[in-house]
């Protein structure tokens, strides 16, 4: 996926998600299902490295898998989402530093951490929804190429927000299903070394199996 495309999803999914949130005014949220919900969540991440140094960077794909719980709220059409999971991210990068060339992948498993505000309209016997909030990232364990390892570590702990949009269904009265495309912005450095440092930038899709928590 080039970097134009990557630059181009972050701003499709966003005006996205300011749609899905404005239609809550207008669309009741009878599809919804009743009370909170935990359950357990996976999906597939395709991430981008972005190096404040100008290098030739390709993406690398990885898995996400976790728990979730969608807290009710009085409003009808707002839940507090919160999710923990495993996600790997990394990337590519070719370059070279003070003359010495800069060439390998990174690889980096993370505990993912967010609460976020998630705001849902009916759709027949659907329901649209739209998150987005800040998210947390501590590494659990981190590959680096050869020449990567002499330029580079891993920031312990690294910030980011996030964002999606999806769709969610009842299937009966104790399970409730979601899909939903989504993207991550890293807001300070995930990577460091001398006058080089990046972020990481990604889009994927997840899918939610839950069951409402009895009152």
Sequence with gaps: MSNGTMTLIPRLTMAVL???????AAVPAAAQTPGSIVGVVG???TNEQVWRSEYETETVEGAQ????VNAATPLPWLRMRAEFMWTQRGGSVSGDLNGDPLIGETRTDYLTVGVQPRVAASA??????????PMLEIVLRNRFGTELAVALQEVATAYGVGAGVGIAARI???LH???EARIFEGLGDAY???F??????????????????RR
Excluded: D, H, M, Q
């Design 18 to 24: 300011a749609a899905s949130i404005a239609a809550t």
């Design 43 to 45: 999906g597939w991440v």
């Design 65 to 68: 898998l976790g728990g979730f």
């Design 124 to 133: 027949g016997r659907f329901e649209v929804f739209g998150a987005a909030g």
């Design 172 to 174: 009966n009265s104790s």
């Design 177 to 179: 299903a979601e899909v």
């Design 192 to 194: 460091e070394g001398n």
């Design 196 to 213: 080089i440092s990046a972020k990481n930038r990604s889009f994927g899709f997840v899918a939610r199996i839950g069951r409402p928590l």
